[in-house]
Nanobody
Framework: QVQLVESGGGLVQAGGSLRLSCAAD????????MGWYRQAPGKERELVAT???????NYANSVKGRFAISRDNAKNTVYLQMNSLKPEDTAVYYC???????????WGQGTQVTVSS
């Protein structure tokens, strides 16, 4: 069973930065698209950013120009660099990855990001 393990969340002041990491823990595995989603209290989970295996990226309008997603295929790891953080970025951030050779989709357990004003 593949597990996605997130790290890097925490409390930061508005205008600050955080870097989230998500690594696959378990048997050797290959992924197609990987991404980050977030869910704020009382709201639905929403897409933040995705990245394909060859590095093409997609961002939610609310984070364009502030967040950057990247990945290391050799390490099965995806990163999210978050700059100029705003209080409205406060949410639980979830890592997501699609299997390369099957239809399986995996989720991490989530990491809390809190931005104080």
């Amino acid at each position: 069973q593949v597990q996605l393990v997130e790290s890097g969340g925490g409390l930061v002041q508005a205008g600050g930065s955080l870097r989230l990491s998500c690594a696959a823990d378990g048997r050797i595995f290959s992924f197609n698209a990987m991404g980050w989603y977030r869910q704020a209290p009382g709201k639905e989970r929403e897409l933040v950013a995705t990245i394909t295996r060859d590095g093409s990226t997609n961002y939610a309008n609310s984070v364009k120009g502030r967040f950057a997603i990247s990945r290391d295929n050799a390490k099965n790891t995806v990163y999210l660099q978050m700059n100029s953080l705003k209080p409205e970025d406060t949410a639980v951030y979830y890592c997501n990855a699609g299997a390369r050779w099957t239809a399986d989709v995996f989720w991490g357990q989530g990491t809390q990001v809190t931005v104080s004003s």
